[in-house]
């Protein structure tokens, strides 16, 4: 069956340091990956898409990498803040339905 | 502000009550989607709404029901819930069904039945 794996436990990293979040995923082909971020009690917000056919995309300090082999995608945050501390999901969507669909998200905490 | 407006953000009731809640989006969009987040669990597509017509609903039980009466407005009908169906209720719309673009969500609704 189709699964999408976000790392459960809570990652905690020092302000300045860059965190690296891992989104894998089985039994899919997806025709593109998004990135969101969602702070507690509010809705997630969209960051980053990448498509099939793209390796590597950056906005400002985040980067998002998309390996289509190893089945994974990687969500960089360089020069990290406590701002950014929140939780990060992946979502794929498949190229024949067009339907999102999440992982369950990796609680990202910077210290200052 | 994401322009998509879910109302109310609390609701708490108990497992004889009809309730409702209500979404709105101001960004011109064709699509609407209503997601179920519980703790720790990815966020559960369960219905969306294409040009106000429904194309997608997830085996959802019959407790929950859906209203889309035109584009900008999406409601779900709620009745004779039970305690597992507390958790935080998402709307989202985006510019249509099967483009790239991304997901506006709303702030959400947080449901507790008693």
């Known amino acids: 069956s189709q699964k999408i794996e976000q790392n459960s436990e809570a990652l905690n990293i020092q302000e300045g340091k860059t965190a690296t979040l891992t989104c894998n995923y089985t039994n899919y082909s997806p025709a593109y990956l998004q990135w969101y971020r969602q702070d507690p009690g509010r809705g997630p917000v969209f960051l980053l898409l990448?498509?099939?056919?793209?390796k590597e995309k950056r906005k400002e300090r985040l980067k998002v990498t998309f390996d289509t082999t190893l089945k994974q995608s990687l969500f960089h945050i360089t020069a990290s803040q406590p701002a950014d501390s929140a939780t990060y999901l992946c979502?794929?969507?498949?190229?024949?339905?067009?339907?999102?669909?999440f992982g369950q998200g990796t609680t990202l905490q910077v210290k200052p | 502000e994401t322009g998509v407006t879910q109302t109310p953000r609390h609701l708490v009731m108990g497992m004889t009550n009809k309730k409702s809640l209500k979404c709105e989006q101001h960004l011109g969009h064709n699509a609407m989607y209503w997601y179920k987040q519980s703790a720790k669990k990815p966020l559960e597509l369960m219905f969306v709404?294409?040009?106000?017509?429904?194309?997608e609903n997830n085996s959802v039980p019959s407790r929950f029901s859906p209203e889309c009466p035109n584009s900008s407005h999406l409601f779900l009908h709620l009745h004779t819930l039970q305690p597992e169906d507390s958790a935080l209720y998402l709307c989202?719309?985006?510019?249509?069904?099967?483009?790239?673009?991304?997901?506006?969500f709303g702030e959400g609704s947080r449901l507790t039945v008693l």
């Open positions: 979502a794929l969507a498949s190229s024949n339905t067009g339907k999102l669909i």
């Open positions: 989202a719309s985006s510019q249509g069904l099967r483009n790239t673009g991304e997901l506006f």
């Open positions: 709404y294409s040009l106000e017509e429904r194309v």
């Open positions: 990448i498509r099939e056919n793209e």
